[in-house]
């Protein structure tokens, strides 16, 4: 305490000469030289580099000291904070214990790759509930000398194709292959494969002729003569006459009565259209009453009869064959063009049927995938929407600017032009990165924009909103409606949101379109950082791109 009033009263006359300047009593001087001193007591901050002059990319190493009682906490800038210096490393801290106190000191790796005089601005330092600024430094960075008389030079090395990192497209290929693969292969074995033939169809393909006798054959195997089963076996046999006439005498057999049936052989007799004996049309004629009788009046011939009448229609089935006449060259070539006109239909008919199948399950897997996704979503998915390759693309996150922005995009944010003029360049600097335009469907831009010579004052950002809204404007934009509205990034750096609706140009003149717009403004001292989105309205991709854009938005905090 004796050792702290002796520093008070070595300081007395000097404070108290400029104090009497403004005309207060030496008590207010004294309370004022009191807080002075127990603040110096309370800590102590230093802040040094080992060299003042260095060359391009050479690192310096910048110290900050500070001695504290050991009950404080003390936390140390991290990050970017040495603009125009880049830092490059930052070092752990080192304690130092001095009886009651401590003594740390922290230590960052700093470069430039510029020439120029640089000035490291003041850091800050938290101490317990203290707020401390180290003094700024200047830097010299010089150029390296090159002597070309020794060192050669060389042509810049062209551009190094880098190969881009492949998405997962071919998954998606070989699954579509997969399934339409499998759909085919269903196809094929139910429509298109050359199935065994069953047992119809083997007796389908016989001649008329052999038809009629394997008919008469089953029906010697069958029980309706055993079991007395008259009837069943008359409708048989007359069926099995009846068909071979049908396919080769008279294509009305089957539907006909036996009037009607016999009445057409006769006449086909008489016209020499077929050499039937008069024996045969007798045999049929009372075969096929009889068989009448049985089926409908119920008449129960003997089975000897029924034996007897079999045989018969054996007989003249043979007979029939042998009077039917050669078929001529015309006829088989009918019997070609009408089998070949066969084989055509039945093609058609399984192309149809593959087509209709086909276009069925193409509908139910539609529809499935519409109950579980959405119809939008599988339409956009089917045809293509720019705003869905852009969502489900691989995304890019990276730092733009300095102060860096980091911020995750769907495509890398090139470098674009910055619309300064030249009368302007001395006092501003400002980097773009953007990607799209007002006149695409979707649209990212960071700015970052320094003010020189400004000193500690901060822009205030509701100025800069109004001269966005404005150049936003100038651009064409039309009927627009501004929202303000606090905006916190995940690392919790706060700054503005302007947001809204307007009309859009489009690639058609005169033509504008609804969309949608948000603004982020950022500040801090002579710095300011803007991004941009702009997207159509009624864009549900783009909704959820602007939502996870806005999320992964990172910078600087005042506090770092």
């Not at 039309?478 to 509205?485: F, G, L, S």
């Not at 801090?524 to 309205?537: A, H, R």
Request: aromatic content about 10%; hydrophobic content about 40%.
């Amino acid at each position: 305490m004796i050792n702290d009033f002796r520093f008070i009263n070595k300081r007395t006359s000097v404070f108290g000469s400029l104090f009497s300047v403004f005309g207060l009593p030496s008590s207010v001087i004294l309370s004022f030289l009191f807080c002075l001193s127990s603040f110096l007591s309370f800590s102590q901050v230093t802040a040094s580099i080992d060299s003042t002059s260095i060359k391009i990319g050479e690192q310096i190493t910048y110290k900050i000291q500070v001695e504290t009682d050991s009950t404080n906490l003390v936390v140390f800038p991290e990050g970017q904070t040495f603009t125009p210096m880049e830092m490059i490393e930052s070092y752990a801290i080192d304690t130092i214990k001095k009886k009651d106190k401590f003594s740390l000191i922290k230590k960052y790796g700093l470069t430039q790759f510029d020439s120029g005089s640089y000035t490291i601005p003041r850091q800050q330092i938290i101490i317990g509930d203290k707020t401390v600024f180290t003094d700024s430094l200047k830097v010299e960075v010089n150029t390296i000398a090159i002597d070309t008389t020794k060192q050669g030079l060389f042509d810049i090395k062209p551009m190094i194709e880098v190969e881009k990192r492949g998405s997962n497209w071919w998954k998606y290929v070989l699954i579509g292959l997969l399934v339409i693969g499998v759909i085919a292969a269903i196809l094929w074995w139910l429509i298109w494969r050359q199935k065994p033939l069953t047992e119809e169809q083997k007796i389908a393909l016989l001649p008329p002729y052999d038809r009629a006798k394997l008919a008469l054959k089953k029906l010697d195997e069958s029980h309706y003569l055993k079991h007395e089963q008259l009837k069943d076996y008359y409708s048989e046999l007359t069926l099995i006459i009846r068909k071979y006439l049908d396919e080769k005498v008279y294509d009305h057999a089957l539907e006909s009565t036996t009037d009607e049936l016999i009445s057409r052989l006769k006449l086909l007799k008489e016209g020499n259209q077929i050499d039937l004996s008069d024996e045969t049309i007798k045999n049929l004629d009372r075969i096929l009453r009889r068989a009448d009788l049985v089926k409908f009046a119920k008449s129960a011939p003997d089975i000897a009869l029924a034996e007897l009448d079999r045989n018969t229609i054996d007989a003249e089935i043979d007979h029939v064959k042998e009077v039917l006449p050669e078929p001529t060259e015309e006829e088989k070539l009918l019997d070609e063009q009408y089998r070949e006109e066969q084989e055509r239909k039945q093609k058609r008919k399984k192309v149809w049927i593959t087509v209709g199948l086909s276009v069925f399950l193409l509908l139910v897997a539609i529809t499935g995938f519409s109950i579980k996704f959405g119809f939008d979503y599988v339409k956009d998915t089917i045809i293509g929407h720019e705003s869905k390759e852009l969502l489900e693309g691989e995304w890019v996150t990276s730092k733009y600017g300095v102060p860096p922005v980091t911020i995750s995009t769907p495509k890398v944010l090139k470098r674009m032009p910055p619309p300064i003029p030249e009368e302007a360049k001395q006092q501003v600097d400002m980097t773009m990165f953007g990607y799209g335009s007002l006149l695409d469907g979707f649209n990212v831009v960071v700015i970052t924009t320094k003010v020189k010579n400004m000193g500690k004052n901060k822009i205030e950002l509701e100025q800069i909103a109004e001269q966005s809204i404005k150049m936003i404007e100038q651009q064409g934009i039309e009927n627009m409606i501004v929202k303000n509205d606090k905006f916190t990034t995940p690392n919790g750096a706060e700054g503005l949101k302007v947001h809204g609706t307007g009309d859009f140009p489009t690639i058609i003149n005169d033509k504008k379109e609804k969309g949608n717009y948000t603004i982020l403004l950022f500040n801090s001292d002579n710095v300011f950082q803007q991004i941009v989105l702009v997207w159509k309205e009624h864009d549900h991709y783009a909704d959820r791109m602007v939502e996870r854009i806005l999320n992964s938005v990172e910078l600087k905090n005042e506090e770092e």
